[in-house]
């Protein structure tokens, strides 16, 4: 091939490279020429490009959340966490954890204490139905299926992993939302429950111990509580939470007719 014709293939090769807006780097040095220049025919004795770094993939633009909608997204992170570490787990760990910085965190929560409540605002008072109470004392239909149908709405909202696993974190390390908890518990469902069976047995409260028609709704509402555990803190994946009910409320109804009596 003579000087003319490699001169034409360099060229042509050159614009090619331009069209498609790269630079020519070859081990000749050889760069691509602008379409506008008139080519010579000889090499250019430009100096090469110098060497570029890759260019850095662009990092996706994050919307930016409201205040409010931010507060959230690191209460449900914070949920997540103390579900997972308990509460020794402190709000540093917690703000590592999100990957941002403490006083970050302090800024939508201004304690651990602070946060602590709203966990518990969170996992337990929002999920509170008012139609629990609504159903227990139904007096138009039977005491039975009055509790069966609480039993299945309450165990559907609490038999949960995060609600299982912090209310028992929260009672090992003796802080007081167990307590506010269980009050609620028994004010607004249990002590009901045992009025309404009660009367549903055709006898009064008075006359008896109220020890003992305590710890018998106890005993039911835990015998069901207890298979939560199974399910969410033992891992058994065999629960029949339905059998479960059926049996524990036929029990405890047979048991107060026996104290009733």
């Known amino acids: 091939m003579d000087i003319e014709t490699q001169a034409e293939a360099?060229?042509?090769?050159?614009?090619?490279?331009?069209?498609?807006?790269?630079?020519?780097?070859s081990r000749s040095c050889w760069t691509a020429v602008p379409q506008s220049?008139?080519?010579?025919?000889?090499p250019s004795m430009t100096k090469p490009l110098a060497k570029q770094?890759?260019?850095?993939?662009?990092?996706?633009?994050?919307?930016?959340?409201?205040?409010d909608d931010r507060r959230r997204e690191l209460l449900d992170a914070a949920i997540l966490y103390f579900a997972e570490e308990g509460f020794d787990g402190g709000t540093?760990?917690?703000?590592?954890?999100?990957?941002?910085?403490?006083?970050?965190?302090?800024?939508?929560?201004?304690?651990k204490e602070d946060l602590v409540n709203e966990v518990y605002r969170?996992?337990?008072?929002?999920?509170?139905?008012a139609d629990w109470e609504t159903t227990i004392l139904n007096r138009d239909r039977p005491i039975e299926d009055r509790l069966l149908e609480f039993y299945r709405g309450y165990t559907d909202l609490i038999f949960d992993r995060n609600?299982?696993?912090?209310?028992f974190f929260a009672g090992l390390k003796g802080l007081d939302l167990n307590k506010r908890y269980i009050k609620r518990v028994e004010t607004v469902l249990l002590t009901p429950i045992w009025?309404?069976?009660?009367?549903?047995?055709?006898?009064?409260?008075?006359?008896h111990t109220t020890e003992y028609p305590h710890d018998l709704v106890w005993q039911m509402h835990g015998?069901?509580?207890?298979?939560?555990?199974?399910?969410?803190?033992?891992?058994?994946?065999?629960?029949?939470i339905e059998r479960t009910i059926l049996v524990a409320v036929q029990t405890y109804l047979s048991a107060a007719r026996a104290t009733i009596a």
């Not at 969170?122 to 139905?129: H, N, P, S, T």
């Open 10 to 25: 360099y060229a042509a090769a050159a614009a090619s490279r331009y069209s498609r807006g790269l630079a020519h780097k």
């Open 37 to 42: 220049s008139t080519y010579t025919g000889k």
């Open 53 to 67: 770094s890759p260019a850095k993939p662009s990092r996706p633009r994050q919307t930016r959340l409201s205040p």
């Open 92 to 111: 540093r760990g917690l703000a590592k954890r999100l990957g941002i910085t403490q006083p970050l965190l302090y800024r939508y929560f201004s304690s």
């Open 122 to 129: 969170a996992v337990y008072l929002d999920r509170w139905q």
């Open 163 to 167: 609600w299982m696993r912090i209310f």
């Open 195 to 207: 009025a309404e069976t009660s009367i549903a047995l055709g006898v009064t409260m008075k006359g």
């Open 223 to 240: 015998a069901i509580l207890y298979h939560g555990i199974r399910k969410h803190i033992y891992a058994d994946c065999t629960v029949d």
